[in-house]
């Protein structure tokens, strides 16, 4: 004989029970038939109707999956704190470094195949999107089962030696950065106006050739030549005052001014002196577009890190402003 | 009660109970029994806690069970095994200790 009552019971010892291994089943069951029924029991001496004591116990009792695991110890988190950390990192790594070469990768074999702009970053998009989601998942998943298995897995230990150097703010570790820009720019500029009178190139009658179309003595090369200038007093505005948001958009500024005419000029042949190419035998056959597209993307890529490290810096000296005024 | 000083007591009572139940279950008794005379002697517990502690103490060898079938309701009874009262042993020194450190902190004669 089962009343309405007892069935209730019945189905909720039923569901928590299916929580734990089979050989516990039996035991477990009956403990909980013990404990309801007594706190049903308790309920009923003070008045209730026993339908509605069984339905308050059982209610109280809350989810038969939660109750089972409380039982049992099992974790109701996805991953804990032993595991936490070893698996943040390991997911950022993969993400930091994995992705970025993928999506890159994508971009360049989509371009060298000459597919329409709009197709090769949607491909990038797509694959991106797909390889952040498996490489999110799959670790994830192993961390989440090695949670559960019994016995302590080997946990990542820390050491000392982790400790990540403390960035130098100071002056005196920007007087490098500030040396190789100058250096670097200082060449930059002399091989532009080298190339322009004594370039190694000459042709059948003896002249050398200039790499760069006469042209763009009229105008361009000449902004090309303000620009590294300004490069230079940027990198004297580093050095006196570090990074700092609005240096950051003057470096995208001073990158756009740069990369864009380039590239423009480049891409559209009146970058590179006809003569000049006449003399080392362009196009190569095959090989002359994509040896273009790996300048152009190589080109676009060094811009844009350029950009992206100026903010890093930006951030990171924000960052670690109370440490530094904590060394004071 | 706020919700701090709620979560504080229950971080302080959390190994009372553990200690509260071995010496009571020198005397053999069933959970909800147990759930009362606690409570009742003012060693606060609520259900949730206590029943899955009672079968992690028997699965630790802390305390031995034995159903009991006389009555129409079938109860484990449970009792505290030779490890249990050892166990019990060790923490109310540790427990006096704690005590008796405490009360050199508040007389002012630690500081």
């Known amino acids: 004989m089962t009343t309405p009552a007892a069935t209730l019971t019945d189905r909720y010892v039923w569901a928590a029970a299916h929580n734990l291994p089979e050989p516990q089943r039996e035991e477990f069951g009956r403990e909980l038939r013990e404990r309801i029924g007594d706190e049903v029991d308790a309920r009923r001496q003070s008045g209730a109707p026993t339908d509605d004591a069984e339905f308050a116990v059982l209610v109280e009792l809350g989810d038969p999956a939660a109750l089972a695991a409380k039982y049992l110890d099992r974790p109701l988190h996805l991953i804990g704190p032993r595991y936490y950390l070893t698996w943040k990192r390991l997911v950022t790594t993969l993400l930091a470094i994995v992705l970025p070469i993928a999506v890159g990768a994508v971009l360049l074999a989509q371009a060298l195949a000459g597919a329409p702009v709009g197709e090769v970053f949607a491909s990038a998009f797509s694959v991106g999107f797909s390889l952040a989601v498996q490489l999110a998942f799959w670790p994830t998943l192993v961390f989440a089962i090695v949670e559960r298995s019994p016995g302590s897995g080997p946990v990542d230990r820390w050491t000392p030696e982790r400790l990540p150097t403390i960035p130098d703010d100071g002056k005196g570790g920007r007087l490098g950065d500030l040396i190789a820009s100058l250096v670097f720019l200082g060449l930059f500029a002399g091989v532009i106006i080298w190339q322009g009178y004594g370039a190694p190139v000459a042709n059948r009658l003896g002249e050398s050739v200039p790499v760069l179309s006469p042209d763009l003595w009229s105008f361009w090369i000449p902004w090309f030549l303000v620009v590294i200038g300004l490069e230079m007093v940027f990198a004297a505005a580093i ?52 040896v273009a597209t790996i300048i152009v993307f190589a080109f676009i890529a060094v811009s844009v890190w350029d950009v992206i490290d100026g903010v890093i810096k930006t951030v990171r000296r924000r960052g670690g402003s109370a440490l530094s005024l904590g060394r004071i | 009660m706020d919700a701090t000083t709620a979560s504080h007591l229950q971080e302080l009572r959390r190994g009372t109970v553990v200690l509260a139940c071995l010496v009571r279950l020198r005397e053999p008794d069933y959970g909800y029994a147990l759930l009362e005379s606690l409570n009742g002697i003012g060693v606060t517990v609520d259900a949730n806690t206590l029943y899955p502690l009672l079968r992690r103490l028997e699965k630790q060898g802390l305390l031995t069970s034995e159903w009991n079938t006389d009555e129409a309701r079938p109860r ?18 540790d427990w006096k200790n704690i005590d008796r450190a405490l009360a050199r902190l508040t007389s002012g004669e630690g500081s």
Not at chain 1, 246 to 254: D, K, S
Not at chain 1, 263 to 289: C, H, R
């Open chain 1, 239 to 290: 050095y006196v005052w570090g990074w700092n948001w609005w240096l950051a958009i003057v470096n995208l500024l001073l990158n756009v001014a740069f990369a864009v005419p380039a590239l423009w000029l480049f891409t559209s042949g009146q970058l590179v002196n006809p003569e000049f190419l006449d003399v080392v035998g362009w196009p190569w056959g095959e090989a002359g577009g994509i």
């Open chain 2, 76 to 93: 484990k009874f449970y009792r505290t095994s030779p490890a249990g009262e050892q166990l019990a042993g060790v923490l109310t020194a």
